[in-house]
């Protein structure tokens, strides 16, 4: 049997507890793996005997993550390198057909990249950045995968947080309230534990489950583009936030532990935590369906 390897948490003052699974024979996706929590899990799953796809916005990013998990241990032949950019949709929808077509069954899927915009970029889809990496994206592929997660009886992550709210279907680009990049990722994960809901109805009864993981305020530069008085503070609150590798460790679990056992939770640091958009199924139904659509015509 294979054991992650036990690390020190500054955030939490203990260590962590090894995952007793052996994931020898299992494939698992990881997006944004190229740094910070995504990176993290990647060499944990990795070093639990899985075979981990990395997932980067370009190849030269995917090779040289792939580089870095090895010069710690990972061993090379248990990594796939591949690459999107999550806010071209059609970048995104290659990646789903190529991952569809090498992997007809897949164990894991950990949605988990994400952007923290400092100002409103416009794709060419005519959609909001963060609304497309941090949603969409995730929509796509689980969409594009669900099929081969439902043959190996699979898992799916979200990688969210308690960072949320602000939805608004009706402004996501936010042109009617005004531009905060703040709050535009604050929609973004409001969204991602809706849909999940949404999915988890969906894979109901086919042995596939979806979970969501909220890593914490971890030191990672996804907010490096925030400028004025919002990125001093994301400056400061860095050096006390808990490590990428800590952050890491509910997407860990979630993806690998047999303690995980059904769907639709949203979980920190291995314990379920509450979440306010849980119970209006007719709220999530319209999301999805939006989603849906949006997907179609971009």
Not at 11 to 23: T, Y
Not at 208 to 226: E, L
Not at 245 to 271: C, I, N, T
Request: charged share 20%.
């Amino acid at each position: 049997m294979s054991l992650s390897t036990a690390g020190y948490n500054p955030a939490m003052s203990r260590p962590l507890e090894p995952i007793p699974v052996d994931l020898t024979g299992k494939r698992i996706v990881v997006t944004g793996a190229s740094a910070g929590i995504g990176h993290e899990a990647a060499l944990e799953l990795v070093m639990l005997g899985a075979d981990v796809t990395v997932v980067a916005r370009s190849a030269a990013k995917s090779a040289a993550a792939i580089d870095a998990l090895v010069a710690r241990g990972a061993v090379r032949a248990r990594l796939v390198g591949e690459h999107a950019d999550l806010g071209a949709l059609t970048e995104v929808r290659a990646l789903a057909d190529r991952l569809a077509t090498a992997h007809p069954r897949l164990d894991v899927l950990i949605n988990n990249a994400g952007c923290y915009p400092g100002q409103r970029v416009m794709t060419s889809n005519g959609l909001e950045e963060a609304w497309v990496t941090n949603v969409l994206a995730y929509e796509a592929l689980t969409t594009r995968l669900q099929g081969a997660v439902r043959a190996a009886r699979g898992r799916i992550v979200y990688t969210a947080s308690t960072m949320a709210g602000d939805l608004d279907v009706d402004d996501l680009d936010r042109s009617r309230r005004g531009w905060n990049g703040i709050k535009a990722y604050r929609q973004s994960k409001q969204a991602n534990r809706m849909l999940a809901w949404a999915w988890a109805r969906r894979l109901d009864g086919s042995g596939a489950t979806i979970n969501v993981a909220h890593p914490g305020g971890v030191r990672t530069n996804i907010a490096h583009r925030q400028r004025g008085l919002w990125g001093v503070l994301n400056r400061l609150a860095f050096l006390t936030q808990r490590s990428p590798r800590m952050g890491g460790d509910v997407l860990v679990w979630l993806a690998a532990s047999p303690e995980v056992g059904g769907s639709a939770g949203f979980y920190k640091d291995r314990r379920a935590i509450p979440c306010q958009w849980r119970d209006d199924v007719a709220a999530q139904e319209r999301l999805w369906a939006l989603c849906q659509r949006q997907l179609t015509a971009s």
